[in-house]
């Protein structure tokens, strides 16, 4: 899985629809709306196999699929961790010339962390790093719900990951619960603290400058009680 995402990453750029489209392609552009509307609405129901069956018969129906239409798929298949499946369809997004984003590359992430497959995520999010993609929280949400799906949980890759999320000035309380599956809740919610903590501290540091400043430019500074 690790090494087709290596390859999808390095997929051709996908060319994005004109802004004057005519009114054929805005037609299409329509008729693709309406497609990811039910392939939505199947999945909410939790029929997933139907949602991909519409996004299999969209082409057979002149309508062309875009990136949501995949997307909306593809997160279906982290119900189950079914990263056979994923895989396919990121091998048909490539057939369509459709170049995926963040949320693609996340989706992917939260695939195989319903399997646990830590050290897939952490070799896919290497390659990525490598090819310039910002990992956000949802990059590091999915490692560290591997981790808590190991056994036993994996906790040094967890904290190293929540190390790096914070370091990144990403949200540590959007993790919260998965990290609580690794570590505990007591000590997820230490580690929270003590990093929001830090988070605070930083910011004053940074702050001090600019108010020492303003403090010296101050016109009390400027009054006749500090001439001497």
Same mark, same amino acid.
């Given at each position: 899985?690790?090494?087709?995402?290596?390859?999808?990453?390095?997929?051709?750029?996908?060319?994005?629809?004109?802004?004057?489209?005519?009114?054929?392609?805005?037609?299409?552009?329509?008729?693709?709306?309406?497609?990811?509307?039910?392939?939505?609405?199947?999945?909410?129901?939790?029929?997933?196999?139907?949602?991909?069956?519409?996004?299999?018969?969209?082409?057979?129906?002149?309508?062309?699929?875009?990136? +949501?239409?995949?997307?909306? %798929?593809?997160? =279906?298949? @982290?119900?189950?961790?079914?990263?056979? !499946? &994923?895989?396919?369809?990121? #091998?048909?997004?490539?057939?369509?010339?459709?170049?995926?984003?963040?949320?693609?590359?996340?989706?992917?992430?939260?695939?195989?962390?319903?399997?646990?497959?830590?050290?897939?995520?952490?070799?896919?999010?290497?390659?990525?790093?490598?090819?310039?993609?910002?990992?956000?929280?949802?990059?590091?949400?999915?490692?560290?719900?591997?981790?808590?799906?190991?056994?036993?949980?994996?906790?040094?890759?967890?904290?190293?990951?929540?190390?790096?999320?914070?370091?990144?000035? +990403?949200?540590?309380?959007? %993790?919260?619960? =998965?990290? @609580?599956?690794?570590?505990?809740?007591? !000590? &997820?919610?230490?580690?929270? #603290?003590?990093?929001?903590?830090?988070?605070?501290?930083?910011?004053?540091?940074?702050?001090?400058?600019?108010?020492?400043?303003?403090?010296?430019?101050?016109?009390?500074?400027?009054?006749?009680?500090?001439?001497?």
């Amino acid at each position: 899985m690790v090494a087709f995402c290596q390859s999808f990453s390095q997929s051709p750029t996908a060319q994005s629809p004109s802004k004057n489209a005519s009114p054929d392609e805005a037609a299409s552009l329509n008729a693709t709306a309406a497609y990811n509307e039910m392939i939505h609405n199947c999945i909410k129901l939790g029929n997933v196999q139907q949602g991909e069956a519409l996004l299999n018969n969209m082409e057979a129906c002149g309508v062309r699929p875009d990136l +949501l239409s995949f997307n909306l %798929v593809l997160n =279906s298949y @982290a119900i189950d961790g079914d990263v056979e !499946r &994923a895989a396919r369809l990121l #091998s048909a997004m490539l057939q369509h010339k459709i170049e995926p984003n963040d949320v693609t590359y996340a989706t992917v992430c939260k695939v195989m962390a319903v399997r646990g497959l830590v050290a897939e995520i952490e070799a896919f999010m290497q390659v990525l790093r490598q090819h310039n993609v910002s990992l956000n929280v949802y990059f590091f949400g999915a490692l560290i719900s591997a981790c808590g799906r190991c056994e036993p949980p994996d906790v040094p890759t967890a904290e190293r990951a929540f190390k790096e999320l914070v370091e990144l000035g +990403l949200r540590p309380q959007s %993790v919260k619960k =998965s990290l @609580a599956r690794v570590v505990g809740m007591d !000590r &997820a919610s230490a580690m929270i #603290s003590h990093a929001c903590q830090d988070k605070a501290t930083i910011e004053k540091l940074l702050e001090a400058p600019a108010i020492i400043k303003s403090s010296f430019s101050s016109p009390s500074f400027d009054s006749p009680a500090y001439i001497s």
